[in-house]
Structure formats: structure tokens, C-alpha cells
């Protein structure tokens, strides 16, 4: 069998996109609840086989994306496998936006899987990414086992969480400046791209947002849901500082009557993030509020008479980091503390470059990070070094599990310091 890795050509985005799940109608994410679903109904729900004119309009849409990178794997000839990388920026500690290439849409057909064709179309986007100049690559794992033989590490995490009506009593506050409106999907679309771009500059972890990415907010309803609805929040000069996509949706079942689910909400202060959450919880006619893909450390709690009252019913892993490039990547980020480290990466296979030991020094400020002779301090692996960039992982967790090795206990409490960062690092979305 003849293997060949490209980007396919127009001619061929149909077949492209006809290996992937969302083309053919089967299953791409793991068979368990999804953290980011937030109503009561199995997900994700049955789907058919894209048409003929829904692949050709994906090809359409694809082909005027420049910040869409497909490749596809031919088996004599035959396209049998695809993916992409999406370009995106993510901000990093520092509020700093770093170039970041999204693994997306991936899929091999089942007739030629376990033949290392996802191996080869993965170094294809690698090469192709550090090529293009970006440094780190991410992606949301539709199975936990796949993408760790690849380096990728989980970097961001998200949980789902549920709060009955009754216990969201919130501590009081003097009154604060502002009004609360409920507004159309129109008027949403609108808003959505410019709060997104205040809010990802502030907050590590954080996605630009690719083109059109609001455009199916809808006032109508979809199946047996009711449509979204939208709230927002203005300042006292009627700026836009917080919004919020929810819905009620139907249920089969009595225990989920009345369950208000929130969908999205954004706030560039802490006063409009209040404000928003003080009406969804205390909503007319409904039980319960559950929000989904939030994060780990949410705000929400410490604003509860009760924080028991907010139940987190699953944590999951959210996006999977990949370090394409250690020097440009490390001295792309600021450090909490101002140090200097010397460390090893001693395998690579995807990427040889980054073997090595390197000497980072860094500050509040900046950083470099140069290839060294010196002996390092500490030896960790591509996938621990991507768990611990974005500043949320705990170098001590990945020491005991084996994944940081050194002969000085002071040497991982000095990278546990330089790395972390508080608030963790999240995203609001995935791709």
C-alpha cells in the first residue's frame, strides 16, 4: 500500500470531508457525558451522513478560511484520512498573544486505521505549523488515549456544575452601576466578537476567535429545546461589560423541569459577572441552573452564602497542549518569579529540535531560552512541559507521577514557582 500525506486540492475537500465523523455520521467524542453539554438528554445525538450540498458548501467555506490548514492521507490514491490546524492566537502568562496552531477535525476510516497514517498526518501539520511560526499547537481530545503518543498533555480544564434554585442565595453587595437587558440573536451576534476580544487578552488560556464563530446564534428554537436566550450587562454609559447566552430547555423527566441552562457568559469586571449570575440563578419559574465547560476556580463560588450549594457533576480535561518549538515558546510567556533554570528534554520524536538542555531565564518581564552545556537541574518529557505551560499543572503533581525527575527537591519547587500562574488558565471554547 502506497501512503502519501498532502493538503488536498478543492477537487478533493468532499472526499476530505467525508472522512471525517462530522461527515459521515459517526460518533466524535468519547461515550460519556461531555463536560461542555449542559442539558439533561443523551449527547451528542444521533447525526446523518452529510449531503452532497452540505460538503460542498463545507468546501466552500474551507477554501475562503486562510486560517484553515487541511492535509489528508491517500492510500493508492484513495483519500482514507484527514485533519487540519486551524491558526489561532492564545494568550499566555503576561497577556501576551502567542501564534498557536489548533488541531482540528480528525479522522481516519475505519478500513485503514492502526497504520500509522494519523502519525504521518500529525508530523505533516507539525513541520507545516513551525514552519508558519507558531510554537505550540493545541487541540480538544476526543478520547483521552490517543493524543499523549503525540506529546500533547491536558493544559486547561473544565467542569460542569449545578446549583438548585433555592441554595443560590449570594452574599449581599451594595448596589453597583449597571443595567441588565434581555436582546435578540441579532443584536448578540454583534456583541459577542467585541466582548470575546476584550476578555482573551486578560485571561491565560484564552482563543481568538476564528471567523463567523457567532454567526448561528438564532432566536429559534432547535428540536425540542427552547431557542437561546441572550443577557447583557452596561456600565453606567451603556457599554456592553458582560452577556450571557441560556435556555430552558424541554425535558422527558421530572427531576430536570425546570432547568435553566447557561450556555456561555462573559465579563470584563467582576461587577457585570455578579450581576449576571445574581438573574440566571434567581430566574422566574425555574429549579436549577446548570452551566457547563466553566472553570475549575470559578468566582461564582466564593460569591455563594452556601458553596456547597454549587455541585460539580464532572471535571474534564479542555484543551491539550503541544510545544513545537521550546525556545520560542518559553521565551514567549512571563514567570511569576524571577529565576533561572536548566532543564532537559532528552526524547522528541515528532520534533528532534527540542531535545536538549536548556537554560531558561526569566522574569516578570520576559524570558530567554538557549541551548546550554551546563548540567541541568531537573529532566522532564514534551508532554509535561506542555502541561505546565499555560501555568496550570502542578510540578510537584507531574514530579510523583514520574513525569519530572531531579536529585533536588529545590530545583522542582523552583520550576513549580516560576510557572504557575493564579487564576488557572482556562478557555471558553474548544474546536
Given at each position: 500500500?502506497?501512503?502519501?500525506?498532502?493538503?488536498?486540492?478543492?477537487?478533493?475537500?468532499?472526499?476530505?470531508?467525508?472522512?471525517?465523523?462530522?461527515?459521515?455520521?459517526?460518533?466524535?467524542?468519547?461515550?460519556?457525558?461531555?463536560?461542555?453539554?449542559?442539558?439533561?438528554?443523551?449527547?451528542?445525538?444521533?447525526?446523518?451522513?452529510?449531503?452532497?450540498?452540505?460538503?460542498?458548501?463545507?468546501a466552500?467555506?474551507s477554501?475562503?478560511?486562510?486560517?484553515?490548514?487541511?492535509?489528508?492521507?491517500?492510500?493508492?490514491?484513495?483519500?482514507?484520512?484527514?485533519?487540519?490546524?486551524?491558526?489561532?492566537?492564545?494568550?499566555?502568562?503576561?497577556?501576551?498573544?502567542?501564534?498557536?496552531?489548533?488541531?482540528?477535525?480528525?479522522?481516519?476510516?475505519?478500513?485503514?486505521?492502526?497504520?500509522?497514517?494519523?502519525?504521518?498526518?500529525?508530523q505533516?501539520?507539525?513541520?507545516?505549523?513551525?514552519?508558519?511560526?507558531?510554537?505550540i499547537?493545541?487541540?480538544?481530545?476526543?478520547e483521552?488515549?490517543?493524543?499523549?503518543?503525540?506529546?500533547?498533555?491536558?493544559?486547561?480544564?473544565?467542569?460542569?456544575?449545578?446549583?438548585?434554585?433555592?441554595?443560590?442565595?449570594?452574599?449581599?453587595?451594595?448596589?453597583?452601576?449597571?443595567?441588565?437587558?434581555?436582546?435578540g440573536?441579532s443584536?448578540?451576534?454583534?456583541?459577542?466578537?467585541?466582548l470575546?476580544?476584550?476578555?482573551?487578552?486578560?485571561?491565560?488560556?484564552?482563543?481568538?476567535?476564528?471567523?463567523?464563530?457567532?454567526?448561528?446564534?438564532?432566536?429559534?428554537?432547535?428540536?425540542?429545546?427552547?431557542?437561546?436566550?441572550?443577557?447583557?450587562?452596561?456600565?453606567?454609559?451603556?457599554?456592553?461589560?458582560?452577556?450571557?447566552?441560556?435556555?430552558?430547555?424541554?425535558?422527558?423527566?421530572?427531576?430536570?423541569?425546570g432547568?435553566?441552562?447557561?450556555?456561555?457568559?462573559?465579563?470584563?469586571?467582576?461587577?457585570?459577572?455578579?450581576?449576571?449570575?445574581?438573574l440566571?440563578?434567581?430566574?422566574?419559574?425555574?429549579?436549577?441552573?446548570?452551566?457547563?465547560?466553566?472553570?475549575?476556580?470559578?468566582?461564582?463560588?466564593?460569591?455563594?452564602?452556601?458553596?456547597?450549594?454549587?455541585?460539580?457533576?464532572?471535571?474534564?480535561?479542555?484543551?491539550?497542549?503541544?510545544?513545537?518549538?521550546?525556545?520560542?515558546?518559553?521565551?514567549?510567556?512571563?514567570?511569576?518569579?524571577?529565576?533561572?533554570?536548566?532543564?532537559?528534554?532528552?526524547?522528541?520524536e515528532m520534533?528532534p529540535?527540542?531535545?536538549?538542555?536548556?537554560?531558561?531565564?526569566?522574569?516578570?518581564?520576559?524570558?530567554?531560552?538557549v541551548?546550554?552545556?551546563?548540567?541541568p537541574?531537573?529532566?522532564?518529557?514534551?508532554?509535561?512541559?506542555?502541561?505546565l505551560?499555560?501555568?496550570?499543572?502542578?510540578?510537584?503533581?507531574?514530579?510523583?507521577?514520574?513525569?519530572?525527575?531531579?536529585?533536588?527537591?529545590?530545583s522542582?519547587?523552583?520550576?513549580?514557582?516560576m510557572?504557575?500562574?493564579d487564576?488557572?488558565?482556562?478557555?471558553?471554547?474548544?474546536?
Open positions: 500500500m502506497q501512503i502519501n500525506v498532502r493538503p488536498p486540492s478543492r477537487a478533493e475537500m468532499s472526499n476530505y470531508y467525508k472522512a471525517l465523523p462530522s461527515g459521515n455520521g459517526l460518533p466524535s467524542w468519547e461515550a460519556a457525558p461531555a463536560a461542555w453539554h449542559g442539558g439533561s438528554e443523551p449527547w451528542p445525538q444521533p447525526r446523518q451522513p452529510a449531503t452532497a450540498e452540505q460538503l460542498e458548501a463545507w466552500d467555506s477554501e475562503k478560511n486562510q486560517n484553515f490548514h487541511p492535509v489528508a492521507a491517500f492510500a493508492d490514491g484513495r483519500l482514507v484520512g484527514a485533519s487540519a490546524m486551524l491558526s489561532f492566537e492564545v494568550t499566555v502568562p503576561g497577556s501576551l498573544q502567542l501564534p498557536m496552531a489548533g488541531v482540528t477535525g480528525t479522522g481516519v476510516l475505519a478500513t485503514h486505521r492502526r497504520r500509522g497514517l494519523l502519525r504521518k498526518m500529525m505533516t501539520m507539525f513541520d507545516a505549523a513551525i514552519e508558519r511560526g507558531e510554537p499547537s493545541m487541540l480538544s481530545a476526543s483521552g488515549s490517543i493524543y499523549g503518543r503525540f506529546g500533547f498533555s491536558p493544559a486547561t480544564y473544565r467542569t460542569r456544575w449545578e446549583i438548585e434554585r433555592s441554595q443560590a442565595e449570594l452574599f449581599p453587595l451594595e448596589d453597583t452601576i449597571g443595567s441588565l437587558e434581555l436582546i440573536a443584536e448578540a451576534r454583534a456583541i459577542w466578537p467585541v470575546h476580544e476584550r476578555v482573551r487578552h486578560s485571561r491565560v488560556g484564552e482563543l481568538s476567535a476564528q471567523p463567523g464563530r457567532w454567526n448561528g446564534l438564532s432566536d429559534t428554537a432547535s428540536g425540542t429545546d427552547s431557542p437561546l436566550r441572550y443577557l447583557v450587562h452596561r456600565d453606567s454609559t451603556g457599554t456592553v461589560d458582560g452577556i450571557a447566552n441560556f435556555k430552558l430547555p424541554w425535558s422527558r423527566t421530572v427531576d430536570d423541569v432547568t435553566l441552562v447557561v450556555e456561555a457568559l462573559e465579563a470584563t469586571n467582576p461587577s457585570a459577572y455578579r450581576a449576571l449570575w445574581h440566571l440563578l434567581d430566574f422566574d419559574l425555574t429549579r436549577k441552573v446548570v452551566a457547563h465547560s466553566r472553570p475549575r476556580d470559578e468566582p461564582l463560588r466564593q460569591m455563594l452564602r452556601n458553596p456547597r450549594a454549587m455541585r460539580i457533576t464532572r471535571q474534564s480535561d479542555n484543551l491539550w497542549m503541544r510545544i513545537l518549538d521550546v525556545p520560542a515558546a518559553l521565551a514567549a510567556r512571563t514567570y511569576s518569579t524571577p529565576d533561572t533554570i536548566a532543564f532537559s528534554v532528552q526524547t522528541d520534533v529540535n527540542n531535545v536538549g538542555t536548556w537554560r531558561l531565564e526569566a522574569d516578570v518581564t520576559g524570558a530567554s531560552c541551548r546550554t552545556n551546563d548540567a537541574d531537573l529532566t522532564l518529557d514534551i508532554q509535561a512541559l506542555g502541561a505551560y499555560l501555568g496550570g499543572m502542578s510540578a510537584q503533581l507531574l514530579a510523583a507521577a514520574g513525569r519530572i525527575r531531579s536529585d533536588q527537591t529545590s522542582i519547587d523552583k520550576l513549580s514557582r510557572f504557575r500562574t487564576p488557572e488558565p482556562h478557555n471558553s471554547f474548544g474546536f
